[in-house]
């Protein structure tokens, strides 16, 4: 298994661009969620989603948008990047009855200009 | 919401100390978890626990569900314990977890 991945590492966007971060896992988890590290912070959730079609709105879901169509995959989307959204996003995921167990994406680092 | 607080925010020690991590939050939860993340950002689940001792090797934790607090005890500690130390909690399962602001902690040869 390869666990949690996201895709990219790296991304340096302008204000106004979109962009989508992406998150899979391969251990078909029915939970999976997304959340925000800003320098010298805990974690923020901004969305999360208990199976395929199902999403919900964490603590910071303001100018993001989620879908989650497959088990497997759960896009995070920038709609219009704003400079208050850098950060160091984590993907996270975890199995049904099994809440002890969460398993982390490495992270993707987000800068807007 | 619920608030969760951690102290200290930051902890420097030498190889080999003992050090203990205290995580405060507001209301009951029936959930409760310690990460670590290491230097490289890398976020490792440590402990599951809403109540009661746990021990995992030179780590153990406490959670007093009552009282609202948890603690998390490293024994002996190395420099590869170095990093940051979470506390999440959750109110009712469903993984809107709130997270800690952590504790920093340095391990020093």
Redesign the interface.
Known sequence: NAGVTQTPKFQVLKTGQSMTLQCAQDMNHEYMSWYRQDPGMGLRLIHYSVGAGITDQGEVPNGYNVSRSTTEDFPLRLLSAAPSQTSVYFCASSPPGREDTQYFGPGTRLTVL | ?IQ?EQSPPDLILQEGANSTLRCNFSDSVN?L?W?HQNPW?????LF?IPSGTKQNGRLSATTVATERYSLLYISSSQTTDSGVY?C?V?RN??????????TRLSVLP
């Open positions: 919401g969760v959930n978890q990460f950002g890398q976020l490792i689940n599951y979470f999440a959750e399962y469903g993984q809107n977890f709130v997270f800690g602001p952590g």
